[in-house]
C-alpha cells in the first residue's frame, strides 16, 4: 500500500505531469480510500452547484420579487426581530465542528484513541444540533405558510428552492452523523489498533479513515458556506 | 514519507478556525448592518470565497497536496462558471420574454411581511385566495 517509488516524487507542474502519466497510481501518497472520497465529493460538488445554478435561473427570471431572507429568517428574542439569527448560530456550530473533526484527524494519526473518538462524537453531537435546528426552522417556514409550490412572502419558487437546498444540504449531515457515530465507536473500542473486522465490509480499517470522514465533512461544511452566502444572505 | 496520512502542527488549525469564526462574524454583519447592492454582494462574495479557501487548503489539505491530485478536483470544478454563464444568459432570456408576452398591466400581487402578526389581515381583501 506504501508508496515505494526510488526515483524521487518532482513537484509542482512537471510532478503532474508524471503523476498523471505513470504507471499504476496516479494520486501518489494518497490512499485509495481517500482518492475515492476525492472522486465522490468532486460530483457531490457538481449535484450542489446544479441547484445553486437552478436557484439563480429561478431568482433571475421571475418577474416577481424575491422574499426578503433577511426578513423571513429572522428570529423574535425579547420582542426585538433579529435577522437571520437561527442561520449565523447554524454556521456557527458547522465550523466548529469542522474545528472539531480536523483535530480528531491529527488525534486519529498519533494514535491518541481516546481523544480521537472524544472529537469525533463531540463533532457528531454538534451535527446533529445543526439538524435539530434545521428541522426547527422548516417546522417554524411551514406554520408560516411557505411551502414548495407558493409562500405569502414572494416569488413561489423561493419555496421549492429553499427545502431542496437546504433539504439535500440537511441529508448530507444527517448521513455524516451517522457515520461519524459509526467510526467513532469503532475508535473508541480500538478497532483501529486490534485490526477488528468491520461489520459490513470485513476490512481491517486504519486511522486515515478518519481523514476520509473528515474529508466529507469539511465538504458538507464547505457546501453551507455556499447555501449561507447565496441563499441566505444575497 | 513512510505513513500516507497528513499530519500538521495544532497551531495551523486552531487559527484557521479562528480566522472561520471571525470572516463568519463578517459575513453575517454585512446583512445585520444592512449593506445593499454592490457593496453587499461583493463583500458576501469575498467572505465566502475566503472561508472556502482556507477550509479546503487547510482542513481538507489542499496546500499539502499532490499537484495531480490538486489538478484533478479543480479543473472540472471551474469548468462549472461555464454552466453558470450560459444559465445567466437562458435566465435572463426568460425573464424577457415573461416580461413581453405575460404581463398584465395589472398591478402586482401584494406580499406579506414576514413576522407581522396582521399578515393573514393584508390578504383577506384579495380575491386570488
Known amino acids: ?234 | 514519507m513512510a505513513e500516507e496520512g497528513q499530519e500538521h502542527p495544532i497551531s495551523t488549525y486552531l487559527w484557521v478556525w479562528l480566522l472561520l469564526f471571525v470572516l463568519s462574524a463578517f459575513s453575517y454583519a454585512v446583512d445585520y448592518v444592512g449593506f445593499q447592492g454592490f457593496t453587499r454582494w461583493s463583500l458576501v462574495l469575498l467572505f465566502m470565497f475566503l472561508k472556502a479557501y482556507f477550509i479546503c487548503a487547510v482542513f481538507m489539505h489542499m496546500v499539502w497536496e499532490r499537484m495531480a491530485l490538486v489538478l484533478a478536483l479543480f479543473i472540472p470544478t471551474f469548468s462549472i462558471i461555464v454552466f453558470i454563464g450560459i444559465m445567466g444568459f437562458e435566465s435572463d432570456y426568460t425573464q424577457l420574454s415573461r416580461k413581453v408576452f405575460f404581463d398584465t398591466g395589472k398591478p402586482a400581487k401584494v406580499y406579506a411581511v414576514p413576522h407581522s402578526k396582521s399578515h393573514s389581515k393584508d390578504h383577506s381583501d384579495e380575491e386570488d385566495h
Open chain 1, 1 to 234: 500500500m506504501t508508496t515505494t517509488s526510488k526515483v524521487p516524487l518532482k513537484d509542482g507542474i512537471e510532478g503532474f505531469v508524471s503523476d498523471w502519466s505513470s504507471d499504476q497510481r496516479a494520486f501518489k501518497g494518497v490512499p485509495w480510500g481517500k482518492a475515492m472520497m476525492w472522486i465522490f465529493l468532486l460530483s457531490d460538488t457538481f449535484i450542489f452547484s446544479i441547484f445553486l445554478i437552478s436557484y439563480m435561473t429561478a431568482r433571475w427570471s421571475t418577474v416577481e420579487p424575491w422574499p426578503n431572507t433577511s426578513e423571513v429568517f429572522a428570529l423574535t428574542v425579547n420582542g426585538v426581530s433579529v435577522p437571520l439569527l437561527l442561520i449565523a448560530i447554524m454556521t456557527f456550530i458547522l465550523i466548529t465542528s469542522s474545528g472539531t473533526m480536523a483535530m480528531a484527524v491529527r488525534s486519529g494519526y498519533q494514535k491518541k484513541r481516546r481523544q480521537a473518538a472524544a472529537l469525533l462524537y463531540l463533532t457528531a453531537v454538534l451535527g446533529l444540533s445543526f439538524v435539530g435546528m434545521q428541522a426547527f426552522e422548516w417546522s417554524k417556514l411551514i406554520e408560516e405558510g411557505i411551502r414548495p409550490w407558493d409562500n405569502p412572502f414572494g416569488a413561489r419558487q423561493f419555496g421549492s428552492i429553499f427545502f431542496m437546498v437546504t433539504g439535500f444540504h440537511g441529508f448530507h449531515v444527517s448521513v455524516g452523523v451517522i457515520f461519524l457515530f459509526l467510526i467513532a465507536r469503532k475508535v473508541q473500542r480500538g478497532d483501529y489498533d486490534t485490526g477488528r473486522r468491520g461489520f459490513f465490509t470485513w476490512q481491517k480499517g486504519r486511522y486515515e479513515i478518519i481523514e476520509t470522514m473528515g474529508l466529507y465533512w469539511h465538504f458538507v461544511d464547505l457546501v453551507w458556506v455556499f447555501i449561507f452566502a447565496f441563499f441566505y444572505l444575497w
